[in-house]
């Protein structure tokens, strides 16, 4: 039963999530503990505050940005959007390092959670169509191709080289 799962992922095409992590949960559940006295206090009816963390917490979970061989799929808060690679000119990077698709029709589209450290597992996801613009998915195709060895050169002992003998 385990083998068969392995083998359906290994079968499975590359896939990348980029999402905020889920550790920015811990801090909507701090603001809902800072929140709490304030919406059972005094006050009547503050128990609205409540939508905030609600709306915090489902924006977290919600936004992010997934890269498949076919495509990227963008997902909001609101929506949700297919980018195949065939649609896409390229990507354009903007002054505080995030990664917007541009189209065809030179329109931008912003991609949730993902920063120019990820353009590597960008340009290995999409199986050749976005080419990686640091250049480190280079090195691991090269890493892949065998390297022959070379045999190592054999240095000659100090003892010798000095010409003493023991029998003089």
């Given at each position: 039963?385990?083998?068969?799962?392995?083998?359906?992922?290994?079968?499975?095409?590359?896939?990348a999530v980029f999402?905020?992590?889920?550790?920015?949960?811990?801090?909507?559940?701090?603001l809902v503990v800072?929140?709490?006295?304030?919406?059972?206090?005094?006050?009547?009816?503050?128990?609205?505050?409540?939508?905030?963390?609600?709306?915090?917490?489902?924006?977290?979970?919600?936004?992010?940005?997934?890269?498949?061989?076919?495509?990227?799929?963008?997902?909001?808060?609101?929506?949700?959007?297919?980018?195949?690679?065939?649609?896409?000119?390229?990507?354009a990077i903007t002054?505080?390092?995030?990664?917007?698709?541009?189209?065809?029709?030179?329109?931008?589209?912003?991609?949730?959670?993902?920063?120019?450290?990820?353009?590597?597992?960008?340009?290995?996801?999409?199986?050749?169509?976005?080419?990686?613009?640091?250049?480190?998915?280079?090195?691991?195709?090269?890493?892949?191709?065998?390297?022959?060895?070379?045999?190592?050169?054999?240095?000659?002992?100090?003892?010798?080289?000095?010409?003493?003998?023991?029998?003089?």
């Amino acid at each position: 039963m385990a083998e068969e799962k392995q083998q359906e992922q290994a079968n499975e095409a590359p896939k990348a999530v980029f999402k905020i992590p889920n550790t920015a949960l811990l801090a909507i559940a701090f603001l809902v503990v800072c929140v709490t006295p304030v919406a059972f206090g005094d006050v009547p009816y503050l128990q609205w505050l409540y939508l905030f963390p609600i709306a915090l917490a489902v924006f977290v979970i919600r936004t992010r940005t997934t890269a498949t061989a076919q495509g990227l799929e963008v997902r909001t808060l609101f929506g949700r959007r297919d980018l195949p690679w065939s649609s896409l000119k390229g990507l354009a990077i903007t002054d505080k390092a995030k990664v917007q698709a541009v189209l065809q029709d030179e329109t931008k589209v912003a991609l949730p959670a993902v920063r120019t450290r990820h353009l590597p597992v960008i340009s290995l996801v999409s199986a050749g169509h976005m080419a990686d613009p640091s250049g480190l998915t280079d090195d691991a195709e090269a890493v892949k191709a065998p390297v022959p060895e070379k045999a190592p050169e054999k240095t000659p002992d100090k003892t010798e080289e000095s010409g003493t003998t023991s029998g003089e």
